[in-house]
């Protein structure tokens, strides 16, 4: 589907090959030097729009204040056995937070197609965390309101465990937000390729 000209002239000749079947991270280039760029498609620039930079900065402090929550409910002076304490997806969770919500913000920094993907699967990945961390909360919630709490130290688990379930709950949110947009932009296979020799 190609067609190529000889061009016999003593000008420069800039040649353009358009081919959709060929995707690839390409830097345009022009007589060896970068001109205009990275190459993105109107996919990846709409993912952009979508400002994963503020949304990863959400993300940070989510994961942070889950993080200092964790250290709370862990720490307290009481010895109350709880779930999320055995689990530790408090600390595991929130660093998976802070890396997906790190990996947002640099896709938005960096323009780069690799860190889109890399974005995409963190975010995958923070989402099933968070989605197992508010299933974790909830058995915990249930198992002390069946106990009829009465003393402070149920009340303070529940009080915790409730914050953190309105922490995590924005978290699974954004990172199936961030994900859906990364994976249009990083599984488009219908973009065009444009190669400047």
């Not at 800039?14 to 280039?29: G, S």
């Not at 940070?60 to 889950?66: E, P």
């Not at 997906?100 to 965390?129: D, E, M």
Request: hydrophobic share 45%.
């Amino acid at each position: 589907m190609e067609s190529s000209k000889d061009i016999s002239t003593d000008k420069p000749t800039v040649v353009i090959d358009v081919n959709p079947q060929v995707i690839q991270d390409t830097v345009i280039f022009v007589d060896g030097h970068e001109a205009g760029g990275k190459n993105h498609n109107a996919v990846l620039k709409r993912f952009f729009k979508v400002q994963p930079k503020a949304l990863g900065t959400v993300q940070i402090m989510n994961g942070g204040i889950v993080f200092i929550l964790g250290v709370i409910l862990t720490s307290s002076v009481y010895n109350y056995s709880a779930i999320l304490d055995h689990s530790g997806i408090n600390y595991w969770g929130s660093l998976i937070y802070i890396s997906a919500g790190s990996l947002s913000v640099a896709a938005q920094n960096k323009h780069h197609p690799c860190v889109v993907k890399a974005s995409l699967g963190i975010n995958v990945f923070s989402a099933i965390t968070a989605g197992i961390a508010i299933h974790l909360m909830g058995i915990q919630l249930a198992l002390i309101s069946m106990d009829h709490p009465s003393l402070y130290v149920e009340y303070f688990t529940m009080r915790i465990t409730g914050i953190l379930m309105v922490f995590t709950i924005p978290q699974f949110i954004i990172s199936i937000y961030i994900s859906a947009f990364a994976c249009k932009a990083a599984c488009n296979k219908n973009s065009t390729v444009v190669n400047v020799y």
